[in-house]
């Protein structure tokens, strides 16, 4: 039967590879990338966390500052629990949408805990006598992100 | 003689004028012209400026929000996707990051960023098949076509 232009819908056909060697493909990756992590074989880890209801990218050995006021004295180290996103230079672990906690761990030291720069609040409304100006000084907490460590437990 | 109110020629002067004036021009000092020396021209100048401080805090996160997703939108071009079906395809495979994040990683973690960019275009491949269907017709039909006899 000769092709017309309705022999085909006009989209492009969309073929998803065959499961079972995508299966095998599946297990290859994951078994290579246990390998690398349990030899260590991995530069400098950046992580996505959710923390203080913000997501952040960190690093080791980096600054965050947070807007608000935290529970925990100067000095106390932290683990922050929700990862969103682990990566190195050859692999990402993305989670769905967290990571387990026996997968990654990270650590953080709270080191400064200070008031923000004084901001001025003004509002004012012209030919109407109105005039109202509010001084915030927003409570801030500076962490220092000591460790970020992976453990080869992927399945 | 008895003296029940102070003295017509005693008035009350203000003393720290200077100061009160210097707290308005320290926040002039790196205007243009004549405002950051004038106090008269300064009042206006500086309350202006803060109104307009305290309305831009507003806008910054409408901006900034802005600036990702052209950023986001930029990097998924790069990799043949365009940003509504990437951002779509990547909450529906229950990865939860944000603009933000998502503008840092295509701009410092670009392997990362392309990863992320296959797994929303397989996903939206799975979603295009599901919706397709399996191509056989729904039960209970019997027949396409209706026969008049």
């Known amino acids: 039967v000769a092709k017309t232009s309705l022999t085909s819908p006009p989209w492009p056909e969309v073929k998803l590879p065959d499961p079972v060697e995508e299966a095998k493909y599946h297990a290859e990756v994951v078994r290579k990338v246990n390998g690398l992590i349990s030899a260590g074989e991995y530069g400098r880890l950046f992580a996505v966390v959710h923390f203080a209801s913000k997501q952040w990218k960190i690093t080791s050995e980096d600054l965050i500052m947070m807007d608000n006021v935290l529970e925990a004295e100067c000095g106390d180290r932290i683990r922050m629990e929700k990862v969103l996103l682990v990566g190195a230079d050859d692999f990402t672990l993305i989670g769905r949408p967290l990571l387990g906690k026996d997968l990654v761990r990270v650590e953080a030291t709270v080191i400064e805990k200070t008031e923000s720069w004084p901001k001025v609040n003004v509002r004012f409304w012209r030919r109407h006598n109105f005039q109202r100006k509010k001084i915030i000084a927003n409570p801030q907490t500076v962490l220092r992100i000591n460790t970020i460590e992976i453990y080869p437990c992927l399945s | ?125 799975e979603g295009f098949l599901a919706a397709l269907g399996d191509g056989k017709e729904p039960e209970g039909i019997f027949s396409r076509i209706v026969h008049h006899h």
Request: hydrophobic share 40%; net charge positive.
């Open chain 2, 1 to 125: 003689m008895v003296v029940l109110s102070a003295a017509r020629w005693v008035r009350s002067r203000l003393s720290d004028r200077f100061w009160r004036v210097q707290e308005v021009l320290k926040h002039a000092r790196h205007f243009r012209g004549r405002k950051n020396r004038c106090y008269r021209l300064a009042v206006r100048s500086v309350r202006r400026a803060f109104v307009r401080s305290t309305k831009a805090r507003r806008e910054k996160k409408r901006f900034l929000r802005e600036l990702w997703i052209t950023r986001i939108e930029a990097a998924s071009l790069e990799h043949g996707l365009k940003y509504p079906a990437f951002i779509s395809n990547l909450l529906k495979s229950q990865v939860e990051l944000n603009r933000k994040v998502l503008a840092d990683l295509a701009i410092y973690e670009p392997k990362t960023f392309k990863s992320l960019a296959a797994l929303a275009q397989r996903r939206r491949q």
